[in-house]
């Protein structure tokens, strides 16, 4: 059974750096053709793609975020981190993390349940 | 703004079929069978409902069949029912950014 939970800050001020981690099971991200991504859906909005990492580490940015965001695996604790710097009101949204294969294109299959996260000062 | 655009909304009766369009470009939808459909609950995470244009994950009904034509895919869910209320949401790969893009979801309200 695949599962994925989010983990870090609920509240975080403009200009910081947002952390978050998801912890997953059920699946190995060392596997030939197995990735996780990160998908985050602003209170009342639709869902933006952020990035995924697969299990060859090669990884892959949303255009408009490219710049502020990176994505890192431990494979050893079943573990991915989505960083993102200099944070803004903006970026106030639920963030979930979310398991793919190639076996079926770009689609998540499972999904976290998504953790809230404010910024505000 | 979202890079796929889907209506806002859509209803129909319980029993009645409707259907969500789903348009991009050639460089996304027109270009691979890479799209896929969410559906998803007030408060809850998004579930997967059809992948690589047609395809139904183990246990979705088969109620629900996506297809394409061109840029616009389309979501068809037949002999609606209550519990198909939610927001649906399409996705493809974009090929000009190597990136997945969401359209900008659709409330659907069985009526």
């Known amino acids: 059974q695949i599962t994925l939970k989010e983990s870090g800050p609920t509240l975080v001020k403009p200009s910081q750096t947002l952390t978050l981690t998801c912890t997953f099971s059920?699946?190995?991200?060392?596997?030939?053709?197995?990735?996780v991504g990160w998908i985050r859906q602003p209170p009342g909005k639709a869902l933006e793609w952020l990035g995924d990492i697969f299990w060859d580490d090669d990884k892959r940015y949303s255009p408009s975020l490219k710049s502020r965001v990176t994505i890192t695996k431990d494979t050893s604790k079943d573990q991915v981190v989505l960083t993102m710097t200099n944070v803004d009101p903006v970026d106030t949204a639920t963030y979930y993390c979310a398991h793919k294969t190639l076996l079926i294109g770009e689609s998540f299959d499972y999904w976290g349940q998504g953790t809230l996260v404010t910024v505000s000062s | 703004q979202s890079a796929l655009t889907q209506p806002p909304s859509a209803s129909g009766s319980p029993g009645q079929s409707v259907t969500i369009s789903c348009t991009g470009t050639?460089?996304?939808?027109?270009?691979?069978?890479?799209v896929s459909w969410y559906q998803q609950h007030p408060g809850k995470a998004p579930k997967l409902m059809i992948y690589e244009v047609n395809k139904r994950p183990s246990g979705v009904p088969d109620r629900f069949s996506g297809s394409k034509f061109g840029n616009t895919a389309s979501l068809t869910v037949s002999g609606l029912q209550t519990e198909d209320e939610a927001d649906y949401y399409c996705s493809s790969y974009s090929g000009s950014n190597i990136a997945v893009v969401f359209g900008g979801g659709t409330k659907l309200t069985v009526l």
């Open positions: 050639s460089s996304d939808v027109g270009g691979f069978y890479y």
């Open positions: 059920g699946f190995s991200l060392s596997s030939s053709g197995v990735g």
